[in-house]
């Protein structure tokens, strides 16, 4: 799922790999971590293990943060 909305909003791999390394996240809950790059503005949701959830442009929505 994560990988498809990564395609779909042209968002690079090496993007979201940045987002993760870069930015420490923030407990969003249910074991969820939320990063985000302002740079790139770009929000990364990853889960257990590091596993991505979503992907997307712009800050954190409302309920990720």
């Given at each position: 799922h994560a990988a498809d909305q990564q395609e779909d909003?042209?968002?690079?791999?090496s993007v979201v790999d940045q987002t993760i390394n870069e930015n420490p996240g923030v407990p969003a809950g249910e074991g969820k971590t939320?990063?985000?790059?302002?740079n790139n503005d770009v929000t990364v949701v990853t889960g257990n293990a590091g596993a991505i959830v979503s992907v997307?442009?712009?800050p954190p929505r409302k309920g990720q943060q």
């Open positions: 909003r042209n968002i690079p791999g939320v990063h985000y790059d302002s997307h442009r712009g």
